[in-house]
């Protein structure tokens, strides 16, 4: 997977940052997927080396405007193109009157099948959003003024990787046969014999997973969501020294987001959707930010626009 910054900053967009869009590529499968669409995402996407025209599903953090006043012209692009096959959308439960009502009200129609999930019910029980073969999404409640998820997207354990010379020994012939045992799945032989695929296969490969949570203040929900991930995409609106105004508002600080890093166990933490009060030259920059949060959970790092990031799984170790 590779997570691209398409909007790091928080409300407003500044000459360096856009407001928040973050976008996930599976290349696998040749799909992108999108995680809340700011205002001027489009303009985002033509700048980057990301490829609109994959993108088939959208969640939607919450329906505050840097986080969503984009989808209807993306929608409507898309639609104008004539090469989407249909699009799935997840978010809170405003979301499809907001939409609606925006294509509505400007006579726009999409041409494509649009599906608009609600995810309360999702993140209160705990169930899975979207599940496929290989992909696994799911969402959890945050604090903030308004309703609020974060979002899990974890890639499935994979079997290990198949031992061609031993299936060549064994003298099972090339052919269909050796996908269902590099799926780990047992096959019986025109000659009778049967043959386990794991017995073949190294240790299973492990995934990997990303979490996505803005907006919102500190919160225990946060952490079990980004419990052991591999990058934690959260919030930092402003600094440690405006908790007050962070508590306020509904949002983290820097040091909020890598005590949830720490305590979640995640392997890496990007700061995003920073204040833009804090712009390089003011007294207090995203260095210092990053300075905050690197005092409690070191393997932080901040995004900016257009940064892309590969997420891969450990590999387990194969003398093991």
């Not at 040091?255 to 305590?263: C, H, I």
Request: aromatic share 6%.
């Amino acid at each position: 997977m590779q997570v691209t910054f398409l909007g790091t900053s928080s409300g407003v967009p500044t000459r360096a940052r856009n407001v928040s869009a973050v976008a996930l590529r599976l290349p696998q499968r040749s799909e992108l997927w999108l995680f809340d669409c700011g205002e001027g995402t489009q303009h985002q996407f033509l700048r980057s080396e990301l490829r609109v025209s994959q993108l088939r599903r959208i969640f939607v953090t919450h329906m505050h405007g840097d986080h969503v006043f984009g989808l209807p012209g993306l929608l409507a692009s898309l639609g104008l193109a004539g090469t989407c096959p249909g699009l799935a959308l997840y978010g809170p439960d405003p979301l499809r009157n907001f939409l609606e009502g925006a294509l509505h009200s400007s006579s726009t129609r999409i041409g494509y099948p649009l599906q608009i999930h609600k995810v309360k019910e999702a993140a209160r029980s705990g169930a899975p959003i979207h599940e496929d073969d290989e992909l696994l999404v799911r969402c959890a409640p945050l604090t903030h003024r308004v309703p609020a998820f974060g979002y899990r997207v974890e890639r499935k354990p994979r079997p290990g990787r198949f031992d061609v010379e031993q299936a060549r020994a064994l003298g099972i012939p090339p052919g269909p046969v050796y996908a269902e045992l590099k799926a780990g799945r047992t096959v019986t032989l025109e000659d009778g014999r049967i043959i386990r695929g794991e017995a073949l296969c190294g240790p299973e490969r492990p995934g990997c997973s990303v979490v996505y949570c803005t907006d919102t203040v500190f919160t225990e929900a946060a952490v079990e969501l980004a419990r052991g991930a591999d990058l934690l995409i959260h919030e930092s609106t402003f600094c440690h020294g405006e908790a007050e105004l962070a508590i306020a508002r509904g949002h983290s600080t820097s040091t909020m987001a890598a005590q949830t890093a720490l305590e979640a166990g995640a392997k890496r933490l990007m700061l995003t959707h920073l204040s833009p009060r804090y712009l390089p030259g003011n007294p207090i920059t995203p260095d210092d930010l990053l300075a905050e949060a690197r005092a409690i959970f070191p393997a932080t790092d901040v995004a900016r626009d257009f940064l892309a990031i590969d997420v891969l799984p450990e590999e387990p170790d194969s003398a093991a």
